[in-house]
C-alpha cells in the first residue's frame, strides 16, 4: 500500500526535509541548502508553494512550445495530497518552498481572500511556468518574507509577514493571467471542445439522464480541475463557466421552444431540469420572459 505522510504543521514539514524552524507559523526552504530528502505522498494540513527549478527542455502546450521554463510553481491548499513517493531514494531538491499554516493568516485581510487565489486548487499539470524576470520576482519575495522570519518575532512580524505573502500571490495571479495569454491558441482548442462538449450532451439525451450539464463534469470531461477551468473559461470569454454553460442551455431551450408542439414540462426534462419551475425561473432570468410568453412573441 502507497506510503502517505501527514503534514499537520510547519515543524514537521521542516523536519521532514532538514530544516531550522524559525517561526511556528510559516517557513521558506531554499532546498539548494538542503542536502537530500526522501520524497512520499504527503497529505498537506497547510499551504504550501514549491519553486521547481527544473529546466522542461522543450515544453509543449497542445502543440506550441513555450520558452516560459524557467522554474515552475505548484500550489497546495490544506486537505490536499501531494508529492511522490520515491521508494526510500534520496534525492537532491532544487528550489524553494514557502509553507504557512492556516492560524498564520486567520483573521487578516489575506485569510478573508485566500480562497479568490483559485491556483491552489489547480492541478500540477496546471502549474505556473516562469519566465526568467518572473522567476526573479518571485525568488526576491521568497527571500524577503524569509528575511522577515529569520528576524525576532515582535508586534509586527506577523503583518509583514502576512502582507508579503499576499504580496507574493498577486504576483502569481498576474502571472497566470499572462500564462492564459500566452496559452491562447491551446485555450481557444479547449473552448471548441467545451462548445462540442455542450452539444453532444443535449444531442445525445445526456441531460435526460444525468441532469443539468455542471462546471465539475465538464472540467472532468475535458481532463481540468475546475478552477482552472473556470478560470479558462472566464479569461477567454468575459464570463464564467456556469454563464456559458447556461446562454448554451438558453439556445437549447429555444430551438425545442419552436421545434415541436413539446409542453415546457417535458422541454425542461429533455433539458435536464428536475422541475419545470426551475427552468421557467432561468429563462426568464436569462431572457426577461417566460417559456409562454416567448413562445407568443415569436
Not at 489547480?122 to 526573479?136: I, P, T, W
Not at 443539468?212 to 472532468?220: G, K, M, R
Request: charged share 25%; proline share 3%; glycine share 6%.
Amino acid at each position: 500500500m502507497e506510503q502517505v505522510e501527514r503534514i499537520d504543521t510547519v515543524k514537521q514539514y521542516n523536519t521532514w526535509v532538514g530544516a531550522d524552524t524559525l517561526h511556528p507559523l510559516v517557513s521558506v526552504v531554499n532546498f539548494n541548502e538542503i542536502p537530500t530528502i526522501q520524497h512520499f505522498r504527503r497529505y498537506m494540513a497547510v499551504y504550501a508553494v514549491f519553486l521547481k527549478n527544473i529546466k522542461c527542455g522543450n515544453m509543449m502546450y497542445g502543440c506550441k512550445p513555450y520558452d516560459y521554463e524557467d522554474g515552475t510553481l505548484v500550489f497546495v491548499s490544506p486537505g490536499q495530497v501531494y508529492g511522490i513517493d520515491s521508494k526510500g531514494k534520496s534525492m537532491k531538491p532544487s528550489g524553494y518552498a514557502l509553507v504557512f499554516h492556516p492560524d498564520l493568516i486567520a483573521g487578516t485581510h489575506l485569510g478573508k481572500i485566500i480562497k479568490d487565489y483559485s491556483f491552489f486548487s489547480y492541478e500540477v499539470n496546471e502549474a505556473l511556468h516562469l519566465s526568467k524576470k518572473e522567476r526573479e520576482t518571485i525568488v526576491d519575495c521568497f527571500e524577503k518574507i524569509r528575511a522577515e522570519i529569520d528576524q525576532n518575532i515582535d508586534k509586527h512580524s506577523k503583518t509583514l509577514i502576512v502582507s508579503n505573502i499576499e504580496l507574493f500571490l498577486n504576483y502569481c495571479m498576474r502571472f497566470y493571467d499572462r500564462q492564459f495569454i500566452t496559452r491562447s491558441n491551446a485555450n481557444k482548442d479547449i473552448l471548441v471542445r467545451f462548445e462540442d462538449l455542450l452539444n453532444d450532451y443535449f444531442k445525445s439525451g445526456k441531460a435526460q439522464t444525468l441532469g443539468l450539464p455542471s462546471v465539475a463534469y465538464c472540467a472532468e470531461m475535458l481532463h481540468l480541475s475546475p478552477n482552472y477551468f473556470g478560470d479558462l473559461i472566464k479569461k477567454e470569454t468575459g464570463n464564467t463557466a456556469l454563464d456559458f454553460i447556461q446562454s448554451r442551455l438558453i439556445e437549447e431551450a429555444k430551438m425545442k421552444i419552436f421545434g415541436a408542439n413539446a409542453s415546457f414540462g417535458e422541454i425542461a426534462f429533455q433539458l435536464g431540469f428536475k422541475y419545470q419551475q426551475h427552468f421557467t425561473r432561468l429563462f426568464k432570468q436569462k431572457t426577461g420572459v417566460t417559456p409562454n410568453e416567448y413562445r407568443s412573441l415569436n
